[in-house]
């Protein structure tokens, strides 16, 4: 997967998210699975649902964090794979993208 700039993250339907002071749970309500995420993987599942695509994400976070740019972009890849394979996130086409 690439940090595309025509995609961007939204929440599946059967999915709640509660923010408790720095870190925040996510819920499956049809698998009835808890994720738990701290103070960073909070930051970053608030920049990708926040960000207008991707690629935007990406660079919100690069400038945010002290990080390599190929290590963020491998990171920002597993931890949303990790979300997509339990059902809590998905990718979706953004109606303002450029491609």
Known sequence: ???????KVVLTESTLMQQLEY?????NLETEQFFGLDEVG???IQVMLEAQNLRTAYDLLLAEYEVAPA???ADMERFLGELQ????VKVVP???GTG
């Open 1 to 7: 997967m690439t940090l595309s700039d025509s995609q």
């Open 85 to 88: 394979e339990n059902k809590l």
């Open 94 to 96: 953004d109606s303002h």
């Open 23 to 27: 870190d925040s749970v996510l819920l």
């Open 71 to 73: 290590r963020l972009e």
């Open 42 to 44: 909070t930051r970053m």
